[in-house]
């Protein structure tokens, strides 16, 4: 990999039978075949913790912390949310949200303090803003991102939805 490497970010050359990578601020993901989780980079929170995972189907990584979804839809954390600074929940709480979520298809962290995890039917589960009210009437959806503190959702019929968690609702 190419790039900035001040914190190892970039040493993945032994990495092999990849099937998703995700960045963070600081830090790599690798997810490979037989759904081990690889991590390289900056551990200041303890985001590259991840050698203990096994099963995991999806991750997602944003600046401190490092996320993986199970084959049985459970939500695994390693990081802490930091940086984070205008979420009206603290990291640790949104934490244990997550780890409390079930039947999960993938999930998606923000900047600003959020996530969302995108349930198998098609729902989503929400901790950290006030995002609930925001997010009330998306249904079917597939995929799910954040990109700062807007969150984007496809759903089923190609129509796409986006919120900014920092506006009024």
């Known amino acids: 990999a190419r790039g900035v490497n001040t914190e190892g970010q970039c040493e993945v050359s032994d990495w092999s039978h990849m099937v ?9 993901l690798g ?34 912390i490092s996320v993986g979804v ?25 934490l244990r949200d997550m780890g409390s979520w079930t039947d999960i298809k993938s999930v998606a962290v923000g900047t600003y303090c959020a996530a969302a995890g995108l349930k198998k039917d098609g729902t989503l589960v929400v901790a950290g803003t006030d995002i609930e009210q925001k997010i009330d009437g998306w249904e079917n959806v597939e995929q799910i991102q954040f990109a700062g503190s807007t969150i984007v959702g496809l759903e089923a019929d190609g129509t796409v939805r986006t919120v900014d968690l920092l506006s009024e609702v």
């Open 20 to 28: 998703s990578v995700k960045a963070g601020a600081h830090h790599s």
């Open 70 to 94: 199970t084959k049985d839809g459970h939500v695994l954390t390693a990081g802490s949310f930091a940086g984070s600074h205008t979420g009206k929940m603290d990291g640790e709480t949104l």
């Open 31 to 64: 997810l490979r075949e037989d759904g081990v989780v690889m991590a390289v980079g900056s551990n200041e929170d303890g985001q590259c913790d991840v050698e203990h995972w096994k099963d995991i189907v999806q991750i997602c990584t944003d600046s401190y």
